[in-house]
Nanobody, 125 residues
């Protein structure tokens, strides 16, 4: 079994900052790409940022967060982070961690997509 556990959400004023963390645990052979998605009330879940596993990680961001959010990962800790600066009310959403993980399954290795439980981020004065 694999678990992704997020932390770091909360209430922040516009212009403020938050840092989200997501730690993976379980029978993990390799963590491939990792990312953050968000879902606001009445809207579809959308990609916020994603980082690959090779080297220092290739990143991509939603246009709405470019220049404000930074995704990073610590492979030794099996953790992905999302540093969010200059937060706006429209960033309010539940943020979900996502990871493409190869796990041990008996004598096999199986690739699958995993999600965290979500953490609420509210930007309001």
């Amino acid at each position: 079994q694999v678990q992704l556990v997020e932390s770091g959400g909360g209430l922040v004023q516009p212009g403020g900052s938050l840092k989200l963390s997501c730690a993976a645990s379980g029978s993990i052979f390799r963590i491939n790409a990792m990312g953050w998605y968000r879902q606001a009330p009445g809207k579809q879940r959308e990609l916020v940022a994603r980082i690959t596993s090779n080297g220092s990680g290739v990143t991509n961001y939603a246009d709405s967060v470019k220049g404000r959010f930074t995704i990073s990962r610590d492979n030794a800790k099996k953790t992905v982070y999302l540093q969010m600066n200059s937060l706006k009310p429209e960033d309010t959403a539940v943020y979900y961690c996502n990871a493409d993980i190869t796990v041990y399954s008996g004598t096999f290795r199986v690739n699958d997509d995993y999600w965290g439980q979500g953490t609420q981020v509210t930007v309001s004065s």
